[in-house]
T-cell receptor, first 114, second 112 residues
């Protein structure tokens, strides 16, 4: 069975500081991995995705994520956070046999302080 | 290009009432799904469809029905609303198996 763990429920970061959000997954085959962002009252927007190839993936809004198969992780990073990055972030996993279904983590709420 | 459109955006129901949440996509996506979002639990899959006429249950299907008569539409029916169904509901679609999902803006449902 597939599962996703986001160990940090809530993170507070200062504007301009770096940000790293953790994601660990469990999946029996080759995983397809995603990070989504949700602003208050909005739907989910895709930040980046990993299917195969280069394990360092670049996304929108200056985010990147690194796939580490040995650690079953797909952590999201941003070198310098902006106030507009305050949102909830979700990691999700799917796979070739998942038929369009995705397993989501519980989410990490990011608060940005001045 | 509207993407994924959900209606209504907000709804209040009384216990025992039924209603249908509408979802339509204009991207000709084969795969569509419904999720519910509850605090601290992320998104959980209710039902999904891999094409017109084909649907299947997800993680939390009880109390919900779906059908997919066209590629574009994937309505979610609450048969007899219960307070436990108070949640935010998201419809999503994807082009093919395991490309990224595109999400609607959500429907906030309160059952009293």
């Amino acid at each position: 069975a597939q599962s996703v763990t986001q160990p940090d429920i809530h993170i507070t970061v200062s504007e301009g500081a770096s940000l790293e959000l953790r994601c660990n997954y469990s999946y029996g085959a080759t995983p397809y991995l995603f990070w989504y962002v949700q602003s208050p009252g909005q739907g989910l927007q895709l930040l980046l995705k990993y299917f195969s190839g280069d394990t360092l993936v670049q996304g929108i809004k200056g985010f990147e994520a690194e796939f580490k198969r040995s650690q079953s992780s797909f952590n999201l990073r941003k070198p310098s956070v902006h106030w507009s990055d305050a949102a909830e972030y979700f990691c999700a996993v799917g796979g070739a046999d998942s038929w369009g279904k995705f397993q989501f983590g519980a989410g990490t709420q990011v608060v940005v302080t001045p | 290009n509207a993407g994924v459109t959900q209606t209504p955006k907000f709804q209040v129901l009384k216990t025992g009432q039924s209603m249908t949440l509408q979802c339509a996509q204009d991207m000709n996506h084969e795969y569509m799904s419904w999720y519910r979002q509850d605090p601290g639990m992320g998104l959980r899959l209710i039902h999904y469809s891999v094409g017109a006429g084909i649907t299947d249950q997800g993680e939390v299907p009880n109390g919900y029905n779906v059908s997919r008569s066209t590629t574009e539409d994937f309505p979610l029916r609450l048969l007899s609303a219960a307070p436990s169904q108070t949640s935010v509901y998201f419809c999503a679609s994807s082009w093919k198996m395991n490309t990224e999902a595109f999400f609607g803006q959500g429907t906030r449902l309160t059952v009293v």
